[in-house]
RNA sequence: GCGCCCAUAGCUCAACUGGAUAGAGCAACAGCCUUCUAAGCUGUAGGUCGCAGGUUCGAGUCCUGCUGGGCGCGCCA
């Protein structure tokens, strides 16, 4: 992350006072303009040029548009106490300063920085030049990077509860492909293993019973609900009553048309949320191109696997895990372990600079045993980014809603989006950081009003749209050249503030995979634009003012929508 | 028993990764539409940041130990 990176780089910058010079918005901007001046202070003072000067936005009204805490942490190099430092570093500063209008010590030794309201002008037009790409990073230029998320068995249909691997997992890929990442988008596919022979089981024994064998048992460990019927019924309407017979042929004609039912069930979903991966990786090739044989020689070969009980081990405890567990069982079939190792073997040897991994909690015990296993590899895991989102739980007026799998009246993901639309859907599951338990509120979810967050911010898009609408229907352009001189109102300044963080929200999100930031910057983009919506008549002004303020919403328009684009959810013109 | 996650306003959650007086939204109360969308805005009230120590100029944030909740700990995935 460049903070600091980029402040050093351009140490030796001198300022020559026109802030137009700098070209980048917001806070890097206001940084980049008073570091250098910060670090020839404090280099006169005969501190360390190494020391990093840390700067941020005060949280705090009134105590500046930037800080720094420089002189605390200089305090113990120094052994003097941190006022007297701020104050002799201020001093050093000089009051020669262009565009700042104040630098203050406040509290414990804080420089509160003001700038002048120029800076906002200059910050605004910054932005406006953007145009469609306002909020936009490229901190990923030239990286690759490779996210893997949904990956749910082609067993059933998606549940409810996996709307937050999938919502997590694209507005991940979302956020790293806006700041720059050359992104994958991938859907590891368990199409091997038990499970898919127990929906192949499940579907043939509805066939048979649909052909009338009533006493026919259905597996104990079956999939239960409609689909199998339903799938059942499909083989039945082509074929006929042609596996009458229970051969290897007829459950494989089950399994297959099974899984194909499942994938385009599945993918009808994800369609519906906006998810569109760029690969669905098959498990089954894993063993077709010998990948799987592949990796359990080389551990081998490492010494890191042995047979007892008839079964084939992985020394796990050679890895410093807490025990071995099996990767092929004695009935000759891998554990999901050892294809899982493969897979990420195989990802990493595709070269992907960062690899995104996005599980539920109920995954949470078999990451270190792939990690580690992919470690002994000979591979760094330190480019495999885990993301482990806690569960969801459904609540409705008050009461936490249950699903019980047995009883067969699951809560699907499409359930879900009827219910509450995909709009809601995407942005509930990563309004909440995705390390805490979500609880998901069906009642607020479902209400088309002021209380869901979803509108709040879509509203403040329409909101826009309708004015410079109206602006064109009296033939008043958005003028990026205008004059924004004019802008002073307090309201106006926070606007311009709130609008010039995007780029470096979306840099952080990006650099800490954590969604949940960026519909978090939104709720607080909107509720400004709010501000000054009520406060600031843009139609009508004086027609200086009126340009200015036109472009301003004009602006924060683009920035919602950006936004919304990044969360997945639509920027509706009209509510 | 072991591993990971969580605990902040009545409820759901933030807190710029160690900073200043811990912030929003719901819910409660009181206001604002003859003017660009009231799906909005303004104000009031609401806190021992689970408990106890420790680290330092400074801790909701870091370390340790508790307590309470979640998810796991299979020759299932």
């Not at 700041?179 to 898919?196: K, W």
């Not at 993901?413 to 509120?441: K, N, P």
Request: proline share 3%; aromatic share 8%.
């Amino acid at each position: 992350m460049g903070r600091c990176e980029g402040l050093h780089a351009h140490a030796g910058w001198c300022c020559k006072g026109s802030v137009h010079q700098i070209g980048e918005g917001g806070r890097m901007m206001m940084e980049r303009y008073i570091a250098p001046h910060v670090e020839r202070a404090l280099k006169a003072m005969g501190v360390d040029e190494a020391i990093k000067v840390h700067f941020e936005i005060p949280r705090q009204e009134g105590h500046g548009h930037l800080s720094t805490n420089i002189a605390m942490t200089l305090a113990k190099a120094l052994k003097g106490n941190p006022r007297q430092i701020a104050t002799d570093l201020l001093q050093h500063l000089g009051t020669e300063l262009p565009l700042i209008e104040k630098i203050e010590i406040a509290g414990p030794g804080f420089l509160n920085i003001t700038f002048s309201t120029e800076v906002y002008h200059a910050m605004l037009r910054d932005l406006a030049l953007q145009g469609a790409d306002i909020g936009r990073s490229t901190v990923g230029a030239g990286r690759t990077c490779n996210v893997e998320y949904v990956s749910a068995n082609p067993t059933g249909l998606l549940h409810a509860g996996h709307g937050r691997n999938c919502a997590v997992g694209d507005t991940i890929a979302n956020i790293l492909q806006w700041c720059g990442y050359d992104v994958t988008r991938e859907y590891y596919f368990n199409n091997a293993g038990n499970q898919m022979n127990m929906l192949g089981k499940s579907i043939y024994a509805r066939y048979r019973q649909e052909l009338g064998d009533v006493e026919y048992e259905f597996p104990e460990n079956g999939y239960h609900g409609d689909y199998p019927r339903i799938i059942a019924q499909q083989i039945i309407a082509k074929d006929g009553d042609a596996y009458r017979e229970e051969t290897e042929e007829a459950l494989t004609v089950c399994r297959k048309t099974g899984e194909a039912w499942c994938f385009e069930a599945i993918q009808r979903t994800l369609d519906v949320l906006n998810i569109h991966h760029d690969v669905f990786f098959n498990e089954d090739t894993l063993y077709s191109d010998g990948k799987v044989a592949q990796t359990i020689d080389e551990l081998r070969s490492k010494g890191l696997v042995y047979e007892k009980d008839g079964a084939t081990w992985l020394a796990l405890t050679q890895m410093g895990q807490q025990q071995d567990k099996v990767i092929v069982k004695s009935t000759g079939e891998a554990t999901y372990r050892l294809p899982d190792i493969a897979y990420h073997r195989d990802k990493l040897q595709r070269g992907f600079e960062m690899i995104v991994d996005i599980f539920g909690a109920d995954h949470i015990a078999t990451i270190p045993d792939v990690l580690a296993g992919v470690e002994a590899l000979g591979f760094d895991t330190s480019r495999v980014k885990v993301i482990i989102h806690q569960m969801v739980t459904f609540v409705e007026n008050g009461e936490v809603v249950k699903f019980s799998k047995r009883s067969g009246k699951s809560f699907t993901l499409d359930d879900l989006i009827e219910e509450v639309g995909a709009d809601v859907v995407r942005f509930f599951f990563v309004m909440r950081a995705v390390g805490t338990h979500l609880e998901f509120d069906l009642g607020l979810a479902k209400e088309e009003g002021e209380k869901n967050p979803v509108f709040y911010l879509q509203y403040a898009h329409a909101r826009i749209c309708s004015i410079l609408r109206k602006a064109e229907e009296q033939g008043i352009a958005v003028e990026p050249t205008s004059d924004l001189s004019v802008l002073v109102h307090p309201h106006e300044i926070e606007l311009i503030t709130t609008l010039s963080r995007m780029q470096l929200v979306m840099e952080r999100a990006a650099a800490s995979l954590e969604p949940h930031t960026v519909a978090e910057y939104l709720r607080d983009l909107a509720a400004t634009y709010h501000h000054f919506y009520h406060d600031c008549r843009i139609l009508g002004a004086e027609p200086e003012l009126q340009s200015a303020r036109l472009l301003l919403a004009d602006v924060t328009r683009r920035a919602m929508r950006n936004g919304l684009f990044v969360l997945g959810v639509q920027a509706p013109e009209r509510m």
